[in-house]
């Protein structure tokens, strides 16, 4: 099979990486990649619109395109290419709204009783502000619309919604993708991440992680697209797995295809499992990055034909997936300033002496090269992943990977899995 994968980060990596070693796969393509991935892929220049890009799948007899980011799925690149009888795997647009649309989800959950948090969606700012005032607790402020991750902002007071508001509504800091606001109540609690294959009718669960979105140590900080992760993450009692797959995954999938927006591909539930039982945060409609990182390398199984099922819609006959048993744990390096203005163009260096370490492989996120060395090119540049025997092993070889790796500037943080070591 000869298969393309879009996008440039570390999820992108991790994908490419898990696909090459799949005996049905016979050459990879990546648009447009990064430096890690173009050690196993050839990259391709990203085309203007997707028509082209489905002209060029078409020419060079591509199987399978696997589409990574949220962007290119809510924009409907997997109905240009299901029009051309292309095989593309992910929602398309009008599912991919589930991620797209927060105000979406949210009233696709109350339609379906499926648990989340109380939520109001305003367009008009002086509204949502008198609101955030009557109300008087303590909020979450999204931006509906997609922010890279980043577009959720804490109201722990009346002063730090209204300035949230006001970020969003009137700044336009994350443009289009706040033309509206969704606020909701905080939940307290412990987050997870749930993640799935569907093909519209049958689930697929996979095994449970965590990730860590703020960008300093103790969840402090600004919200990120995400700092680290891990797996499992024994917050996830198989009890609550069965409850999450019967209260959440299915109602979505089923509410989806009974509203004619049939749902395949992965399907990301952000949880927070709050003292009255899990409640959902959010949904994503790709793989979670870096959940991505911890989640692939335990797969045992061949990723390739468990996608082709989701688009065929036989994934039931693959319900037996094989995962290893080790833990595994990620550290992401980040550009100094994340996730705020920061530079790009630093050297890479100690990327061979990490890989080398016993369980460690280094999945490139924000970089790219110069004529000599590997360079950094974004705000998440590195996800330093390692599995081992149990979390504790797997979190101390991740970070031993990071002690050896340097670029100017580097940003970690160095308490990844603390949660889940503290419930060990």
Known sequence: MKILVIGQGGREHTLVWKIAQSP??????????NAGIAQIAEPIPMPDNFAELADWAESTNIDLTIVGPENPLAAGIVDVFHERGLKAFGPDKQAAQLEGSKDFAKQLMVENDIPTASYRTFVDADEAIDYIKTNNKSVFVKADGLAAGKGVIPGRTIGEATQAVKTILVDRAFGDAGDSVVIEEELIGEEASFTVLTD???????????????????????????MGAYSPAPVMTPELHDYVMEHVVYPTVNGMANIGCPFKGVLYVGLMITDAGPKVLEFNCRFGDPETQVLLPRLKSDLVPLMMACIDGTLDQHAD?????EAAACVVMASGGYPNPYQTGKTITGLTDASSIDGVTVFHAGTDRDEENVITAGGRVLGVTALADDLKSAIEQAYRGVDAIHFDDAHWRTDIGYRALSRI
């Open 321 to 325: 997936v094989e995962w290893h048993a």
């Open 200 to 226: 519209g009718s049958f689930c697929l669960p996979f095994v449970s992680s965590q990730d860590h979105k703020m960008s300093h140590d103790g969840d402090t900080g600004q919200n990120t697209g995400g």
């Open 24 to 33: 049905l796969v016979e050459k990879i393509y990546c648009a447009p990649g």
